[in-house]
């Protein structure tokens, strides 16, 4: 054999070495079977369906290496197939985030299952790692009569916020809420149990932007409702808002808020189209959109175009909702148009009552490559953003902020907080809840535990009832996390946990409270010239407009005059004298 050139010398070149065995193995077979008959048949049939694929695999164009490789070829497929699950369950380690690590998977299930979650021996976490955080403790500990934390949205029952178009029907929303998933995204099987676990722990459900499905209803949990552009379960036959259908919806006693979304940390600036095979019935009734047709959501709203037409939007949601909390939903991307929305609140005196803030780790079902890792501003980044340009504007009291984006812990949910949140919400964290595996094939509907899949057959191997407690009792014992990390650092309820508490390691030798690290902007500093201290809102508080995403061209600034030859030449006299002595 020739090592070189990879054959038998004279024969055939040593990749065919399976094909040729098949074949030889098939016609030795077929005598064998022929002699002694039985069993021996099963060898000619499985080496004579072997040697069919080789003979294939040199005829087909698609795949190089199957032509190159015949039979054995198929195994590097195979292989590519499986690598995700051997990764998982074999080579990956405990703190890997891909996207969440084997020790927060563990930690979701071992909540829901209501097992024990105690580690022994020790953290093991890196404590002198750059990057690692904690939460200082007190000496003098409370002790919290209760764990159901909760935030009034939309003012207190009998004290309305002040401004235009207010709230009359504020909620009184849990601390950790389910995020938001549609129903065409998740199956029917994972709503209901969604719904069931938050009606049994008292926490609120987000619809998703595929509108409110019969699914959502059978259990009557608290929803929020989600509203898009393609205005899914409130839109006319052309796409448009439709007030008649929002109000049929909106004024539901199910219906706790609205929530309008104006980007995705996943994908933001990018739309969506369902195909119209996947336009079943059901989905098309609770969206609103004719069966079996492609139905599509624009990147951009058709009802306001610009930050002043939001405001009006939002208000004319509330009116029409009866009173019910009003907010928006978003991922934070040039900073400008996000000022520019908040300095068309100062003009109108129009607020919503809640801002969710999306970072671009969150998750989606599908989404480009390009969108899911390189648009979009991160969490922590945009909600110190969203909380600091409120209270520079002194609107931070009439607005509640909730962030999303990989909240699993009670850490998670207290570090949100001293950034600035006022609840949490988390989507894939309930779905591990469900019985998620992340095997990260939501968008194939092939989902192996029937979370992410509309097939029937499937969607059975989540029984409801069983998941459905699983989902209260992540919730509760979160929520009992929550309570102890509040009662160690000595403080009555996790809205006191403020940037002072929290301590991340810098290097070996360093570390700095997070207030040190990150941006705070007093209270009415951008109201004034204070606003110059920080450079985000230096360079682009100017620039925002109230009547326009765009940027405002900067103001014109008069050259100085150009000095003349002679001023020039006395100029580096000057300096070269002044080197020389």
Not at 20 to 41: F, H, K, Q, R
Not at 91 to 102: A, V, Y
Not at 326 to 348: D, N, R, S
Not at 487 to 512: C, F, K, M, S, Y
Request: charged share 15%.
């Amino acid at each position: 054999m020739s090592a070189a050139s990879g054959r038998f010398p004279g024969l055939f070149p040593i990749r065919y070495t399976v094909l040729v065995l098949c074949a030889v193995g098939t016609i030795t077979g077929l005598g064998a079977a022929l002699a002694w008959g039985g069993w021996w048949w099963l060898l000619p049939l499985v080496l004579g369906a072997l040697s069919a694929v080789g003979v294939q695999d040199l005829r087909q164009t698609r795949h190089a290496v199957l032509r190159n490789y015949p039979v054995i070829g198929h195994m590097r497929f195979m292989l590519e197939f499986i690598r995700p699950e051997i990764r998982q369950y074999f080579i990956e380690g405990d703190h890997e985030n891909l996207p969440f690590s084997r020790a927060q998977r563990s930690l979701v299930y071992q909540r829901s299952k209501g097992v024990s979650d105690s580690r022994p021996f020790g953290t093991l976490l890196d404590v002198s790692a750059p990057g690692y955080e904690w939460v200082n403790h007190s000496m003098v500990p409370t002790k919290l009569a209760s764990q159901d934390f909760r935030t009034w949205i939309g003012g207190t029952p009998g004290q309305p916020l002040p401004g235009a178009e207010v709230c009359t029907q504020p909620y009184h929303a849990s601390v950790f809420n389910i995020s938001a998933m549609s129903f065409g995204a998740l199956s029917a099987n994972a709503v209901l149990a969604l719904n069931l676990g938050a009606r049994t722990g008292g926490f609120a459900h987000d619809t998703g932007e595929g509108s409110i499905s019969k699914y959502h209803r059978e259990h009557g949990g608290d929803l929020i409702w989600q509203i898009a552009s393609g205005y899914f379960g409130c839109r006319n036959p052309d796409g448009t808002f439709s007030d008649e259908k929002f109000v049929e919806n909106a004024r539901d006693p199910q219906v706790k808020m609205i929530e309008l979304k104006l980007s995705q940390g996943a994908k933001p600036g990018h739309g969506g189209m369902l195909l119209g095979a996947k336009v079943t019935p059901e989905i098309a009734a609770a969206r609103g959109i004719p069966v079996g047709q492609d139905c599509i959501s624009p990147p951009f709203h058709s009802a306001f175009s610009t930050p002043l037409e939001l405001m009006h939007f939002i208000g004319r949601l509330r009116r029409l909702s009866g009173g019910k909390p009003v907010g928006i939903k978003l991922c934070i991307g040039h900073p400008w148009e996000w000022f520019a929305m908040v300095k068309a609140m100062l003009e109108t005196d129009i607020t919503p009552d809640f801002i969710v803030v999306d970072g671009a780790e969150g998750g989606t079902g599908a989404a480009p490559v390009e969108f899911t890792d390189h648009v979009g501003v991160p969490l922590q980044e945009g909600l110190i953003l969203v909380h600091n340009t409120l209270v520079g504007v002194k609107l931070r009291d009439r607005i509640k902020i909730g962030a999303a984006a990989k909240v699993i812990t009670a850490f998670d949910i207290a570090r949100m907080m001293a950034l600035g949140a006022d609840w949490c919400n988390a989507g894939r964290g309930f779905m591990l809840a469900l019985g998620c595996i992340q095997a990260q094939t939501c968008h194939t509907g092939f989902c192996p535990t029937g979370v992410t899949t509309q097939d029937p057959v499937r969607q059975k191997a989540l029984v409801v009832p069983d998941k459905a407690m699983r989902v209260a009792n992540f919730h509760r014992n979160t929520m009992h996390a929550l309570m102890e990390l509040v009662q160690a650092a000595g403080l009555h309820a996790p809205g006191e946990i403020t940037a002072h508490h929290i301590v991340r390691r810098i290097n070996d030798a360093e570390v700095h409270l997070l207030s040190q690290l990150i941006m705070q902007v007093r209270p009415g500093a951008l109201l004034g010239s204070l606003h110059r201290q920080h450079r985000v809102f230096r360079l682009y508080w100017p620039l925002a407009k109230a009547d326009s995403f765009q940027i405002a061209p900067p103001p014109l600034v008069p050259s100085a005059p150009k000095p003349s030859l002679a001023a020039q030449a006395a100029q580096r006299a000057k300096t070269e004298g002044s080197a020389l002595s």
